[in-house]
């Protein structure tokens, strides 16, 4: 399977349900410094690009 052009995870510290959604997983983290990490890991992992949208939401996405 080849996934192209698609957000593949979200990765946040806001634990809000009313602002982070959609059908992708979707990661919460505690600390600036884990959503750092856990963004950079599935990066890696998933052969993505994460993008921060706000100080406390990245993106995974695949261009």
Do not use: W
Request: hydrophobic share 45%; proline share 2%; aromatic share 4%.
């Amino acid at each position: 399977m080849n996934i192209e052009k698609s957000i593949l995870a979200a990765v946040t510290t806001d634990h809000s349900r009313d602002r982070v959604g959609g059908g992708m997983p979707i990661f919460y983290c505690e600390t600036q410094e884990e959503l750092e990490m856990v963004a950079a890991n599935l990066e890696a992992i998933i052969d993505g690009i994460a993008h921060a949208l706000s100080k406390d939401l990245y993106v995974i996405v695949k261009h």
